[in-house]
C-alpha cells in the first residue's frame, strides 16, 4: 500500500524521512519555511528581538547556531548510513576536518538532498500554518507560500520533522523579574565580540554551555557557568583560564545586580545567558488533545514516534536527545516508510498505549522527571536502536559505531574536554568505519 505523504520541515530529519519514503515507493511533500534545505544547520547572524525568545510577538528565528560551532561528533558518527559524511573534495567538500564546522554539514545535507533526488520533492519557502485530521483517517495540511498565497492537501499521512532547537526553555531562578542585568538564552548567541569585559553567568554546562564560555573566555571580563549536576559546595576555577569558574546552581538573583550561587559565592554580572536547552513546539497541529506537550513529554507516543490513537498516519521523528542524531533520524525514517506501505505492522492501538504506560511508569518509578522523557542514555539508545532496526530486519548499530560513540563522549568529557576536536585516539576505529562505508556508498539502495 503506497501512500501520498506530508513531511514537516526540510532538516536532517525531514530529508532522511523524504528519503526513505521515496525508496518505499511513497508519493511525498516536504514543506520549508526556509529559503533552503538544512533546518537548524543553517546559519544566520540574525537574532530575535527578545533576546530571551519568549516574546509571542518576536519574528522567530530558526536557528540556534553560533558562529564558531563545530560538531561534537566526529563525522564517521554522524553521517546517514546510505550516505557517509566523509570528506568528499568531488563534491565541494572544503572542510576536512573530523570534527567541521557547520558550514560543512549543511553542505553535507544539501548534497543528500540532491544525491537522492529528494530536494525535487521540497516545497521552499511555505510554511504549515495547520495540520488536522479529516474524514475517512486523511489529513489536510493548510501551508502558506512567500508570495501569502494559502493552499490545503490532503495526505495519507504526515511525519512531524521540525525540530526542536528554536524556542528556548529558561532557568527558574528566584529574584531573576528584579535582576537588572542582561537576560538571554543561547539560542540568541553568535559571536562573543559584544560581550567585551562584561561578567558573565552562563547557566548549563552541556552542549553549547561548553562550548560557548570558552568563545567567551577571550573577551568577557569574567565567566561563570552554573550548573545542576555539580555538588552545592563546587567552586572550581576551569584549567587553562584565569577569567572562569565553574559553580553549583543559582541561588538566586538581587535587585542590585548581584547573583548568588549555591556554593554561597556572590557576584555582580551584566548578563544572565541561559543555555538551558529547548521546548518541543507544534503550533500547526490539531490533534483534538490526543497529542499534548507536558512539562517537555511529548505525548503519548509509542516508541517516541507514534500516537497510538492517530497511528500511523501521523508520526514525529528526530525527538529523543542525546542520540547519535543522522542515523537515529534515519533508522525511525525506515520503519516509519515501511509501517506506511504495509510492509511492518504495528501492534493494536491498546497494546500501543499500554507499552507506553508502561515507560511512563518506569521513568516516574526511576525517579525520572518528565521533562526527561525523551532524553536518553547511552544504554536505553542502543537498546532503543536495536529494537527498531528489528522492526525491519536491518542490523542495528555496528560495533565500531557503538565503540566509537563511547570513545567520543569519553574524549570529549573526561579525556580532553578542551582539545577533543582536533585530539583522539580510536583511529583503528576510524579504519573500520571507512571499511564498512565502502558496503553502503557501493549500494546505495540498500
Sequence with gaps: MLRHVAVIGAGAAGLVVGHELL?????????????????????????????LGVDPNRYPVHSSLYKSLRVNLPRELMGFRAYPFVARNDEGSVDLRRYPGHEEVLRYLQNFAREFGVDQVVRLH???????????????????????????????????????????RLAQVPGIDSWPGKQMHSHNYRIPNP??????ILIGHYASGLDIK???AGFAKEVHIASRSVADETHEKQPGYDNMWLHSMVERANEDGTVVFRNGRVVSADVIM??????????FLETSGIVTVDDNRVGPLYKHVFPPVLAPGLSFVGIPQKVIPFPFFELQSKWIAGVLSGRIVLPSQDEMMEDVKAFYSKLEASGKPKRYTHIMDYPQLIEYTDWVTAQYNCQGYEEWRKQMAYSAFKNAFITRPGTYRDEWDDEHLVAEANKDFIKYTSNKSK
Design 23 to 51: 525508496r518505499e515507493g511513497h508519493t511525498v511533500v516536504v514543506y520549508e519555511k526556509g529559503e533552503q534545505v538544512g533546518g537548524s544547520w543553517i546559519y544566520t547572524s540574525e537574532t530575535e528581538s527578545d533576546p
Design 126 to 168: 511555505t510554511e504549515v500554518l495547520n495540520v488536522r485530521l479529516v474524514e475517512s483517517n486523511k489529513w489536510k495540511v493548510k501551508s502558506r507560500k512567500k508570495d501569502d498565497v494559502v493552499e490545503e492537501e490532503t495526505f495519507d499521512a504526515v511525519v512531524v520533522c521540525n525540530g526542536h532547537f528554536s524556542v528556548p
Design 195 to 200: 560581550f567585551q569585559d562584561q561578567v558573565v
Design 214 to 216: 570558552r568563545d567567551l
Design 274 to 283: 541561559h543555555c538551558t536547552g529547548y521546548k518541543y513546539n507544534y503550533p
